[in-house]
């Protein structure tokens, strides 16, 4: 007997969602099924599972939790952030259109104009601070919304329900990267999303010892699109990855909530630092579509981007080489605190005149702030910045 989730509240969910007692043992943790096929007593008669490409139940357990945490009914976990965003990709044919943010993290960029668009998928890349212009690009080939905020790495804010509105009205899927604000802080499908995608690798693991993805729908239909995708292609999680995932879900909001809390006292420092330029963090009441940021989310986030005076590639270099507790590495959202370059780390696949359309310019530096105590990580950016 599942627990009854519909009436529980989000803290709860991460520990009890979508889960069960273990119908052999009793184990509080689903157990780790680390085999690839199973008994079956005649041809097609066994326990609801046949192989672990098709289905697995740890897997299982761990994708019944995505589905809770994002208010949906079916979750499907993937071998990386990547092959969820790949599945979603393979909804579409030759001749189909794709309206994207243009400020996005470049993994995607490279999935969509060096995979997709060789099929003959084509792809328009947009400002989405105001969210009226995605109906501008929309025409009877527009298949897919593709929406992502906060946006990777400029913080920028998109309004998901008038986009959710756009795309209902022109019958289009609209697809809705959660990565940066998790289920904790922002929930595309209660504002009208069709799939929710999340590199689970970063705040839902938590731990920085996993890489997957994850999708969330509300509809079966397009559930069983998604599941015959993801057994076809086989680009699967396995058991292992799945348990450590279920681990990480179960302190996701007390993680989250320190992340915002350290952010927010880290911006309001780097804003006040004579040799920052900018700042980039939704909390910031001039921060662009602030407003929709405080009405779509319940904090602001453990993201946050900043320039430094002049532009200077060689300043922003030292400084991330200069960093002690902040680890200069790929990825984000795992417990310790890291920064990266995206100009020639997460975003070097955009083209420089296309980055800098959207504001990476190689100044910037981009931090994801850890859960350590929020003074070691002012004191470590105070003597790295100099």
């Given amino acids: 007997m599942f627990f009854n989730t519909e009436k529980m509240k989000f803290n709860t969910k991460t520990i009890h969602g979508g889960q069960e007692p273990d119908k052999a043992y009793g184990a509080v943790m689903p ?59 393979k909804l579409l044919n030759p001749g189909d259109e794709v309206v994207s943010t243009n400020d996005l993290y470049g993994g995607t960029y490279r999935l969509f104009t060096k995979i997709f668009e060789d099929f003959g998928v084509k792809f328009h890349f947009i400002g989405m601070e105001n969210a009226a212009r995605i109906e501008d690009y929309i025409n009877e ?14 913080m920028n804010i998109i309004d998901i329900k008038m986009a959710a509105n756009i795309a209902k009205k022109k019958n289009i899927i609209l697809a809705v990267d959660n990565t940066f604000a998790t289920p904790y802080l922002q929930k595309p499908l209660d504002l009208g999303a069709d799939i929710v995608m999340h590199s689970a690798t970063k705040y839902l693991g938590g731990h920085s010892d996993v890489v997957m993805g994850a999708l969330i729908v509300k509809d079966k239909e397009l559930a069983e699109r998604l599941y015959f995708i993801q057994n076809a292609s086989g680009a ?19 993680r989250m909530q320190r992340h915002c ?43 946050l981007s900043f320039s430094t005076k002049g532009n200077d590639f060689n300043e922003a270099i030292k400084i991330v080489e200069n960093l002690k507790i902040f680890t200069l590495a790929e990825s984000l959202g795992g417990v310790e605190s890291l920064s990266g370059h995206p100009a020639s780390m997460t975003h070097a696949s955009i083209p420089k005149e ?33």
């Fill in 261 to 303: 809390e350290n952010a927010k006292k880290i911006a309001l420092f780097l804003k006040n630092h004579p040799k920052i330029d900018r700042v980039y963090w939704p909390g910031f009441e001039n921060h662009p579509n602030h407003t929709i940021a405080k009405a779509q989310m319940n904090d602001f986030g453990g993201m």
């Fill in 31 to 89: 157990p780790i099924y680390q085999t690839s096929t199973y008994a079956q007593s005649t041809p097609g008669g066994h326990k609801g599972y046949e192989y672990s490409r098709t289905h697995n139940p740890t897997r299982a357990a761990l994708e019944r939790a995505f589905a809770s945490l994002e208010n949906g009914k079916f979750g499907l976990a993937f071998g990386s952030g990547m092959a969820a965003i790949d599945a979603i990709l």
């Fill in 236 to 254: 699967i999680c396995g058991p292992q990855d799945s348990f450590l995932v279920l681990r990480g879900l179960k302190t996701l909001h007390i």
């Fill in 141 to 154: 080939n527009t298949k897919l919304i593709w929406v992502e905020t906060p946006t990777n790495p400029m």
């Fill in 354 to 386: 296309e980055r800098e359309k959207t504001g990476v310019n190689d100044s910037l530096i981009r931090l994801s702030v850890g859960i350590e105590d929020v003074d070691d990580l002012i004191d470590d950016l105070r003597q790295a910045i100099g």
